[in-house]
């Protein structure tokens, strides 16, 4: 569960470090986001060659979180 203003290292190979979410793109009047759902983010560390400037403004999904989540067949839980 990601709220906002929240900072969030990423897992990914796009050429961004940490990025600091701004607000969800689905609803204004939730106040965090999970699993599978758009956000906006700011990029706040970034790699040398990165496509991506600093504090530059994109639109992201979440992919996974460390807490885990029920189903219909059980829970699941990445490290």
Do not use: H
């Not at 793109?25 to 986001?33: C, E, F, L, P, Q």
């Amino acid at each position: 569960m990601i709220l906002s203003r929240s900072v969030v290292k990423v897992m990914d190979n796009f050429g961004i470090k940490f990025i600091r979410s701004i607000k969800t793109t689905d609803s204004t009047t939730k106040r965090w986001v999970k699993y599978g759902e758009l956000i906006k983010i700011s990029a706040i560390d970034v790699y040398l060659r990165s496509k991506i400037k600093q504090s530059g403004v994109v639109n992201s999904s979440i992919i996974r979180c460390i807490r885990p989540f029920n189903r219909t067949l059980g829970y699941i839980k990445f490290n």
